[in-house]
């Protein structure tokens, strides 16, 4: 089978409606979401999205909270470095 789309990729299915900057954006966030993510539990590359916000490793059979789109959003990093920070401020300070 050909390749059917040269430019716009998973949103081809769009056509020519809602605009190419709304589509390229779509585009982004379509393929994050379908993109298969690495689990921290086993290691595999196997995570993939059940709902929005829910994601399941295939091999393992965990099920992590994340992100609508994808697996970690970056205000969840952001808070994770600070809580980090600050456990090991109050370790040494103990």
């Known amino acids: 089978m050909g390749k059917r789309t040269k430019k716009v990729g998973i949103t081809g299915k769009y056509g020519t ?8 954006l ?3 966030i379509e393929i994050s979401q379908h993109s298969t993510y690495r689990c ?4 595999k590359d ?9 994601w ?6 965990k099920t992590i909270a994340g992100g609508a789109y994808t697996l970690s959003t970056a205000s969840a990093i952001t808070v994770r470095s600070t809580i980090g920070r ?4 109050a370790q040494e300070a103990a």
Request: with cysteine; glycine share 8%; net charge positive.
């Open 56 to 61: 399941t490793c295939k091999s393992c059979k």
């Open 86 to 89: 600050l456990r090991k401020i």
């Open 17 to 24: 409606r809602y605009g190419s900057t709304l589509r390229k």
């Open 26 to 28: 779509l585009r982004k």
């Open 40 to 43: 921290a539990f086993c290691g």
């Open 46 to 54: 196997s995570i993939k999205r059940t709902c929005a916000g829910i």
